[in-house]
């Protein structure tokens, strides 16, 4: 279970520019991890690799650039390999003295979705052979995660051995050496790697890395820590049975993640959008969260990702199924109260915008001194097509949060979809059908202040289907309280 080493390719060194290549397993979807040490007289940092990401980089050792001597630096690429990977090559500006050496690990998962990975580094600046790194950045270490400990070190004869990793309040296994070898090249360096994984304790501290040297060095170190993707929680969506439609957003599993905050995102094409009332909700101790999202575009597939961000900090996402709402007319509504109407917009009004501004005639020139220029206004006509709609429409109206409404219509349009004051408005029935065409003037505004959460079922909904507390519990054993705050009343 959890993280394996697989294989370590060869040592490569050259001046200037270097090409590793795989050893064995390199196969689609484990992970390369590239370690790169250098030397060069500006400090240069190594080329990025085609398909690669940096996971860090750190020079350091102390004293002048020369031979065996002086600053080196340390650095990781890694790669989520999809087989049949082409050799990475990786450089550095030819110079006096410049040198650079690498090789590539291949590692192995038994869950998780993917791969997670941080890296912290230190340096010693005492030449000795007893070598210690204080590492600067914090990690966060829990059970099972997996630690690349990587050295650099200008002196080419200090071979490197009992490697360790200490971090308070975290215990890790004896490190396995997985390379060493000096680059002679330029003023040469030496690049060795071990790995070993966390054995029990959970925290989030800076770690240290040291190890024995054969000779003398200064130098750098560092850990790059490797982790399982694996999700802090599930997310469901599903539609409530009403109108206007609105869907539930549930995300559980949320105590075997160990999360601590929870952010929901509305997700329409490439554009993301937070979910009102769902941004840092305090999920410590929670089994589940459970939001309402009564603003969602019609026609067009929607989907929801919760960030969770557990007690040391660490952050997971995971995204639901699509769900597409579907509606047979244009809706006019207030999330934040749950109520709206269905309507047929006819015209849209002209998207007049005005500035406060003042001329004044200075010495005969004309100085126009004005204001940012306001949203769209203008007067848009609908109609309503049964009585009952245009008694929907009306009671929007008249309570409308803040005297905002959210007008969409029935299949998305990015251009006429949003929030709406409705300052004034009329309407005109017919006497012989339930036709009602209305004016509306409108302008365009932000939406409802996000502490506002849209409406969902209430109290209200619970007394309408249950006349006892007793029929309630009756309906909902077993169960418990989530499967009454989920559940469908509309239906």
């Not at 990977?85 to 590692?107: E, K």
């Not at 054995?199 to 770690?207: D, I, T």
């Not at 601590?260 to 969260?289: F, P």
């Amino acid at each position: 279970m959890g993280i394996s080493h697989l294989s370590t390719g060869a040592g490569v060194g050259h001046d200037t520019t270097i090409t590793p290549t795989y050893g064995a397993g390199a196969t689609a979807g484990r992970l390369g991890v590239l370690q790169v040490t250098t030397g060069h007289p500006d400090d240069a940092v190594p080329s990025t690799p085609s398909g690669w990401t940096r996971a860090g980089t750190f020079s350091g050792g102390g004293g002048t650039f020369a031979d065996g001597t002086g600053p080196r630096r340390l650095t990781w690429f890694v790669r989520v390999l999809t087989g049949g990977d082409a050799n990475p090559t990786t450089s550095i500006p030819a110079a006096t003295g410049s040198v650079i050496s690498g090789r590539i690990w291949v590692l192995d998962r038994s869950a998780g979705t993917g791969w997670l990975w941080a890296a912290s580094f230190g340096e010693d600046t005492s030449s000795g052979t007893a070598f210690s790194a204080a590492c600067i950045d914090t990690v966060t270490w829990r059970p099972g995660d997996f630690a690349v400990l990587g050295y650099a070190a200008p002196n080419t004869s200090a071979g490197v051995s009992a490697h360790t990793i200490t971090a308070s309040g975290v215990v890790f296994g004896s490190a396995t050496e997985s390379g060493d070898g000096g680059q002679p090249s330029g003023y040469g360096v030496r690049n060795a790697q071990a790995y070993c994984s966390v054995s029990s304790g959970a925290a989030a501290q800076p770690p240290t890395v040291a190890a024995t040297l054969a000779a003398a060095s200064t130098g750098v170190a560092g850990v790059l820590r490797l982790r399982e993707d694996t999700p802090k929680g599930a997310i469901t969506v599903t539609e409530q049975s009403v109108f206007p439609p609105r869907n539930q957003i549930v995300v559980s599993e949320l105590l075997a993640g160990d999360v601590a905050t929870a952010s929901l995102y509305r997700n329409v094409g490439s554009n993301r959008t937070e979910l009102r009332g769902a941004i840092g909700i305090d999920a410590t101790g929670q089994t589940a969260v459970v939001r309402v999202d009564g603003e969602q575009p019609f026609g067009v597939p929607v989907t929801y990702t919760a960030r969770l961000v557990d007690s040391l900090g660490d952050e997971s996402e995971v995204t639901s199924a699509p769900i597409t709402s579907i509606v047979d007319a244009d809706v006019i509504s207030d999330a934040v109260r749950g109520v709206g109407a269905p309507v047929t917009l006819q015209t849209y009004p002209e998207k007049q915008r005005n500035r406060d501004a003042s001329a004044f005639n200075v010495g005969g020139r004309m100085v126009v001194v004005s204001r940012r220029r306001s949203g769209p206004s203008g007067q848009m006509t609908l109609r309503t097509l049964t009585d009952e709609a245009g008694d929907a429409l009306n009671a929007t109206l008249d309570d409308a949060t803040e005297g905002i409404v959210l007008i969409r219509k029935a299949t998305h349009m990015p251009r006429l979809d949003g929030h709406y004051a409705v300052p004034q408005d009329s309407e005109q029935p017919r006497w012989f059908d339930e036709i009602t065409f209305w004016s509306l003037d409108v302008v365009k505004v932000e939406a409802w202040p996000d502490v506002l959460e849209a409406a969902g079922f209430t109290l209200e909904d619970l007394a309408a289907n249950f006349t006892t507390l007793q029929d309630l519990a009756d309906a909902f054993t077993p169960g418990n309280l989530l499967d009454i705050a989920i559940y469908d009343f509309g239906g």
